[in-house]
């Protein structure tokens, strides 16, 4: 079936640095592929979404490219802040009438001032 | 912005007692989800509706779940007889009835089965 697996946290990076969060996908067909990210106490926000190879999503500096090659969806931003830290997922939709999002085991991001 | 709501934000029962817990979905959306996240784990899915009926259900949608839509606005899932592994948070989703259309999460309701 569909899975998603994405690198282990926690991942403590310094404020600007730079971000990835390794996300590789398994599915058959043509899934959609997000990021959601979980602040503190909070719920599940949709970060950026891509629904066909090559589409890149991008929102709020970061961005994550739809490479149907090598089943990945990595997410990047170029300079981080503080306010960044959080949980993020790597997700898939099977997209048609499979619409249930399969979830990755979540990356948490700790950002140092 | 339109969001999902969900009540109440923690609830706390015994093993063996019944839940509800309620969402509303955003008003103009037609297809609604469960999922569930135990601590520390991923997000599961656990059903979807659409029509008045259940369209997809994973295999923790057991016989103890159940969902509803009582009316137009509200979205309900219950626990008949709760377990302590059914301790987690149970968040809601809505959606539009189009084609590769964003699923909208709730803030989630805590459930703690002691």
């Known amino acids: 079936g569909n899975s998603v697996t994405q690198m282990e946290g926690p991942v403590t990076l310094s404020e600007e640095a730079f971000l990835t969060i390794n996300c590789t996908y398994t599915?058959?067909?043509?899934?959609?592929l997000f990021w959601y990210v979980q602040y503190p106490g909070e719920g599940l926000q949709l970060l950026l979404k891509?629904?066909?190879?090559?589409d890149k999503g991008s929102n709020k500096g970061f961005e994550a490219t739809y490479r149907k090659e090598t089943t990945s969806f990595h997410l990047e931003k170029g300079s981080v802040q503080v306010s960044d830290s959080a949980v993020y997922f790597c997700?898939?939709?099977?997209?048609?009438?499979?619409?249930?999002?399969?979830f990755g085991k979540g990356t948490r991001l700790h950002i140092l001032p | 912005e339109p969001e999902v709501t969900q009540t109440p934000s923690h609830q706390v029962t015994q093993m063996g007692q019944e839940v509800i817990l309620r969402c509303v979905p955003i008003?103009?959306?037609?297809?609604f989800y469960w999922y569930r996240q135990i601590l520390g784990q991923k997000v599961e899915f656990l059903v979807s509706?659409?029509?008045?009926?259940?369209?997809?259900k994973s295999e923790i949608f057991d016989d103890q779940f159940s969902v509803e839509r009582p009316d137009g606005s509200n979205f309900t899932l219950k626990i008949r007889s709760t377990k302590l592994e059914d301790s987690a948070m149970y968040f809601c989703?809505?959606?539009?009835?189009?084609?590769?259309?964003?699923?909208?999460f709730g803030p989630g309701t805590r459930l703690l089965v002691l």
């Open positions: 989703a809505s959606s539009l009835p189009v084609a590769e259309e964003t699923q909208y």
């Open positions: 599915a058959t067909g043509y899934p959609s």
């Open positions: 891509a629904t066909k190879a090559d």
């Open positions: 997700a898939l939709s099977g997209g048609g009438r499979d619409d249930k999002i399969i």
């Open positions: 008003s103009n959306h037609l297809y």
């Open positions: 509706f659409y029509n008045n009926e259940i369209s997809e």
